[in-house]
């Protein structure tokens, strides 16, 4: 089976998932070609779900695991702020809770900024605040991941997620720095820097210009603007306002930078193996540059890359993502159903004669990020994959 470029026609944000949408200029980079296969897959799934009497969302698994993880959180938390007296009782509890920082992220408010954690509203909204409770901005947090990074996966400068500004080079388009050369050995301690910049710059960068990267973004107001200054000073009280009570400003410092380099670390190293790996694609837009020439399922699957989609615990941990492809492509459902979806997924793939792409274990993924940075840090990038430059034609049978 293969899809038919006759029918070719507009794929834009309009019809995307519903947590994507323009940006407030009005401009809208679109996706042409064929969409029967992204139907099919919807159709496919949605029958799967059926056939096994599974519920997309407000699962009983995901409601355990959030409560595992927030009593992980709030014990580790205690226990490093109110009873740890001496450095070794502290360092493996500030190993834990940047650890539980991190699962907050993945698992709690990820599910519940892209609706996938209940079919109620106002939970959903309850479950992305968690992310305002460890430093980032739920508000920001959906322009920037949930609109600009999963439309526009791997598109310099639509895709703020692959933007580290000078520090480094993630994209082929973007310019190279002569500092690049060393990207693979300085950027691994510098994911590292990744949660504490988000806490003390970031949102408030994005804030103060009103941009995510290059793209502008609506500020928040009303409600929205006071949970943002809430949530900012309800983490700061955590972070900083009771460990000074009880502890010297080195030690809240020191513990501080301990726990946001864990939590930074995981983060940063998820994203990346995902998509900032040799197999992605960076696809380019035309020369309106406001289309890109597939279909934007297709475009979630050559920028999209999965990993260690065998590894039970690595997966519960780290929210699923590592089955990123059927993220991408059905952002709104649990995470706990990736599993299931992924056999719908690579069988519809293998039927129309769409690559899907997958590294079987964590270090194939971390070893192909380091390749990659290597080779984007080069003054010429001779041997680069084709996959690099632009996205990989889909196969026709």
Same mark, same amino acid.
């Given at each position: !089976?293969?899809?038919?470029?006759?029918?070719? @026609?507009?794929?834009?944000?309009?019809?995307?998932?519903?947590?994507?949408?323009? *940006?407030?200029?009005?401009?809208?980079?679109?996706?042409?070609?064929?969409?029967?296969?992204?139907?099919? %897959? =919807?159709?496919?799934?949605?029958?799967?779900?059926?056939?096994?009497?599974?519920?997309?969302? *407000?699962?009983?698994?995901?409601?355990?695991?959030?409560?595992?993880?927030?009593? /992980?959180?709030?014990?580790?938390?205690?226990?490093?702020?109110?009873?740890?007296? /001496?450095?070794?009782?502290?360092?493996?509890?500030?190993?834990?809770?940047? /650890?539980?920082?991190? @699962?907050?992220?993945?698992?709690? !408010?990820?599910?519940?900024?892209?609706?996938?954690?209940?079919?109620?509203?106002?939970?959903?909204?309850?479950? +992305?605040? +968690?992310?305002? %409770?460890?430093? @980032?901005?739920?508000?920001?947090?959906?322009?920037?991941?949930?609109?600009?990074?999963?439309?526009?996966?791997?598109?310099?400068?639509?895709?703020?997620?692959?933007?580290?500004?000078?520090?480094?080079?993630?994209?082929?388009?973007?310019?190279?720095?002569?500092?690049?050369?060393?990207?693979?050995?300085?950027?691994?301690?510098?994911?590292?820097?990744?949660?504490?910049?988000?806490?003390?710059?970031?949102?408030?960068?994005?804030?103060?210009?009103?941009?995510?990267?290059?793209?502008?973004?609506?500020?928040?107001?009303?409600?929205?603007?006071?949970?943002?200054?809430?949530?900012?000073?309800?983490?700061?009280?955590?972070?900083?306002? %009771?460990?000074?009570?009880?502890?010297?400003?080195?030690?809240?410092?020191?513990?501080?930078?301990?726990?946001?380099?864990?939590?930074?670390?995981?983060?940063?190293?998820?994203?990346?193996?995902?998509?900032?790996?040799?197999?992605?694609?960076?696809?380019?837009?035309?020369?309106?540059? #406001?289309?890109?020439?597939?279909?934007?399922?297709?475009?979630?699957?050559?920028?999209?890359?999965?990993?260690?989609?065998?590894?039970?615990?690595?997966?519960?941990?780290?929210?699923?993502?590592?089955?990123?492809?059927?993220?991408?492509?059905?952002? =709104?459902?649990?995470?706990?159903?990736?599993? #299931?979806? +992924?056999?719908?997924?690579?069988?519809?793939?293998?039927?129309?004669?769409?690559?899907?792409?997958?590294?079987?274990?964590?270090?194939?993924?971390?070893?192909?990020?380091?390749?990659?940075?290597?080779?984007?840090?080069?003054?010429?990038?001779?041997?680069?994959?084709?996959?690099? #430059?632009?996205?990989?034609?889909?196969?026709?049978?």
């Amino acid at each position: !089976m293969s899809l038919d470029s006759s029918h070719r @026609g507009d794929f834009s944000a309009d019809s995307l998932p519903a947590d994507t949408h323009a *940006d407030r200029s009005g401009e809208r980079l679109k996706f042409s070609g064929d969409n029967s296969f992204h139907r099919e %897959l =919807r159709r496919r799934v949605d029958a799967e779900f059926k056939r096994s009497g599974t519920r997309q969302r *407000d699962s009983a698994q995901m409601y355990l695991k959030t409560t595992v993880i927030l009593a /992980t959180f709030a014990l580790a938390y205690v226990a490093l702020v109110f009873f740890a007296a /001496t450095w070794w009782q502290a360092l493996p509890l500030a190993l834990v809770l940047g /650890t539980a920082m991190a @699962g907050i992220g993945f698992n709690i !408010m990820h599910d519940g900024g892209h609706q996938a954690y209940s079919e109620r509203r106002w939970i959903n909204r309850l479950m +992305a605040l +968690a992310l305002d %409770l460890v430093g @980032g901005s739920s508000y920001i947090w959906q322009w920037k991941h949930a609109r600009f990074h999963h439309t526009w996966v791997n598109v310099a400068g639509h895709d703020s997620d692959i933007d580290l500004g000078v520090l480094g080079r993630l994209s082929p388009q973007q310019r190279r720095r002569p500092w690049h050369r060393w990207q693979h050995f300085y950027l691994w301690p510098l994911y590292g820097v990744t949660a504490i910049r988000w806490h003390l710059f970031g949102d408030f960068r994005d804030m103060i210009t009103g941009t995510v990267g290059e793209r502008p973004f609506n500020r928040p107001k009303g409600w929205d603007l006071a949970g943002f200054v809430i949530g900012k000073l309800v983490f700061f009280t955590v972070a900083f306002g %009771l460990p000074l009570v009880f502890h010297s400003i080195g030690s809240v410092l020191l513990f501080y930078s301990l726990v946001s380099a864990v939590a930074g670390i995981l983060l940063a190293l998820v994203f990346q193996m995902a998509h900032v790996v040799e197999e992605a694609a960076f696809p380019v837009p035309d020369e309106s540059g #406001l289309q890109i020439d597939t279909p934007w399922a297709i475009h979630q699957l050559e920028t999209t890359v999965d990993f260690a989609r065998g590894n039970r615990v690595l997966s519960w941990l780290i929210g699923g993502l590592n089955f990123q492809v059927e993220h991408h492509l059905f952002p =709104r459902i649990s995470h706990v159903h990736y599993p #299931l979806v +992924a056999r719908v997924v690579e069988d519809a793939c293998r039927e129309y004669g769409v690559t899907y792409r997958e590294h079987r274990t964590f270090g194939a993924g971390i070893a192909s990020h380091y390749r990659l940075l290597r080779q984007l840090g080069r003054p010429v990038i001779a041997a680069a994959p084709t996959s690099m #430059l632009v996205a990989e034609p889909l196969a026709q049978n």
